[in-house]
């Protein structure tokens, strides 16, 4: 089954920290660019971070020096560690797939809350 399924969002202070995990199925994951993106209310889809296939990594301003992109290509996976997080930071975070022939596929969200 082709599939992105996130996990690890939660509920956590401001100043708190998260590791966001994304597991992908029925794709080929190591060549693929891997990305996480949020949607916050009333706002659009942005990207937070993205990582291609040889690991080269770039991030959204409003996360640099805060949140950390990884792969692990043996596991299929692909993680999201935020520190420091602020409330501005709540959102439904998507993990994302670009594959080489540019064919994207989006997991089902996971929510994530920073309170004040």
């Known amino acids: 089954q082709v599939q992105l399924v996130e996990s690890g969002g939660g509920l956590v202070q401001a100043g708190g920290s998260l590791r966001l995990s994304c597991a992908a199925s029925?794709?080929?994951?190591?060549?693929?660019?891997m990305g996480w993106y949020r949607q916050a209310p009333g706002k659009q889809r942005e990207l937070v971070a993205r990582i291609s296939s040889s690991g080269n990594s770039d991030y959204a301003d409003s996360v640099k020096g805060r949140f950390t992109i990884s792969r692990d290509n043996a596991k299929n996976s692909v993680y999201l560690q935020m520190n420091s997080l602020k409330p501005e930071d709540t959102a439904v975070y998507y993990c994302?797939?670009?594959?080489?022939?540019?064919?994207?596929?989006w997991g089902q969200g996971t929510q994530v809350a920073v309170s004040s």
């Open positions: 994302n797939a670009i594959n080489t022939w540019g064919r994207e596929l």
């Open positions: 029925g794709i080929i994951f190591r060549s693929s660019t």
